[in-house]
């Protein structure tokens, strides 16, 4: 199983996993020419694309959702109400309803010979979920836009390969920065996004002795900057049974603006 962040930040996210048999797009909040470029680097195109699997409706998440589906005519795979959530985004344009495969909060399916389980996650939207991926005894995860964890999300992420989990903002910063009162208040919030420090203990749960890669995705561009929420998670997770230096881990931050590597499981 392969996977690459193409775009992970308040500004736009989106995700590629794929195996030599089946390619997806986790989330497509990024212009079309962006994902056609960072596919590209998996020798892929859109054509290619198997299966498009949205998280929820925020415009960050399902930005090309419409020049996507009118282009290559994908099958989107989403909850019930992030489904409801979208067909009432004019911004989208057109495109043929037909091509939504609707999914509940606690749902497993295949697509192609990547298992895929969906998770219902803490956010201020209609019904959004976090997604793991199985192939070849192989187990990767994305979690990101979560306001709160719990230890049923833990078990749910728990003996992942791989993760990308969400480190969107610096608490301080926050609180000290130009946004208005309410959205700060919603960003805190039980349904807003994970601080660096939460993300560090959630992955300090997570840990394990197979882990190849730990991205820290989501990051604010406003309250947070890469070095921050870096070196805020190393610390967390120096004290950690498995090994003496976090690097081990692969640890990593998903960039807001260019492709990452590929990771290979």
Same mark, same amino acid.
């Given at each position: 199983?392969?996977?690459?962040?193409?775009?992970?930040?308040?500004?736009?996210?989106?995700?590629?996993?794929?195996?030599?048999?089946?390619?997806?797009?986790?989330? +497509?909040?990024?212009?079309?020419?962006?994902?056609?470029?960072?596919?590209?680097?998996?020798?892929?195109?859109?054509?290619?694309?198997?299966?498009?699997?949205?998280?929820?409706?925020?415009?960050?998440?399902?930005?090309?959702?419409?020049? +996507?589906?009118?282009?290559?005519?994908?099958?989107?795979?989403?909850?019930?109400?992030?489904?409801?959530?979208?067909?009432?985004?004019?911004?989208?344009?057109?495109?043929?309803?037909?091509?939504?495969?609707?999914?509940?909060?606690?749902d497993s399916f295949y697509i192609g010979d990547i298992k895929i389980?969906?998770?219902? +996650?803490?956010?201020?939207?209609?019904?959004?979920?976090?997604?793991?991926?199985?192939?070849?005894?192989?187990k990767l995860s994305v979690a990101t836009d979560l306001g709160v964890?719990?230890?049923?999300?833990?078990?749910?992420?728990?003996?992942?390969?791989?993760?990308?989990?969400?480190?969107?903002?610096?608490?301080?910063?926050?609180?000290?920065?130009?946004?208005?009162?309410?959205?700060?208040?919603?960003?805190?919030?039980?349904?807003?996004?994970?601080?660096?420090?939460?993300?560090?203990?959630?992955?300090?749960?997570?840990?394990?002795?197979?882990?190849?890669?730990?991205?820290?995705?989501?990051?604010?561009?406003?309250?947070?900057?890469?070095?921050?929420?870096?070196?805020?998670?190393?610390? +967390?997770?120096?004290?950690?049974?498995?090994?003496?230096?976090?690097?081990?881990?692969?640890?990593?931050v998903a960039s807001r603006t260019e492709p990452g590597k590929i990771?290979?499981?």
């Open positions: 199983m392969r996977f690459m962040s193409i775009a992970s930040g308040s500004s736009g996210n989106s995700y590629y996993i794929g195996s030599d048999k089946t390619s997806i797009l986790l989330d +497509i909040g990024i212009s079309l020419k962006r994902i056609e470029d960072a596919l590209g680097k998996c020798d892929i195109s859109g054509r290619d694309i198997d299966a498009i699997l949205i998280t929820h409706e925020h415009i960050d998440h399902v930005k090309s959702l419409g020049v +996507i589906a009118r282009k290559y005519h994908i099958p989107i795979y989403a909850t019930y109400g992030t489904i409801d959530g979208i067909l009432t985004m004019k911004s989208l344009g057109t495109y043929d309803p037909n091509l939504f495969k609707p999914i509940r909060n606690a389980n969906a998770h219902s +996650i803490s956010h201020d939207a209609n019904d959004p979920v976090c997604y793991s991926f199985e192939e070849d005894d192989r964890y719990d230890d049923m999300l833990v078990d749910f992420l728990s003996e992942s390969d791989a993760m990308l989990i969400e480190a969107n903002h610096d608490i301080r910063m926050l609180e000290v920065g130009p946004y208005p009162y309410p959205l700060k208040q919603r960003i805190l919030g039980t349904r807003g996004h994970l601080c660096n420090e939460a993300s560090g203990s959630l992955i300090k749960e997570l840990l394990n002795d197979k882990i190849k890669y730990i991205g820290l995705g989501h990051l604010s561009e406003q309250n947070n900057y890469p070095d921050l929420a870096f070196e805020t998670v190393k610390q +967390i997770l120096q004290d950690n049974p498995f090994t003496n230096d976090v690097r081990d881990f692969g640890l990593t990771i290979e499981l």
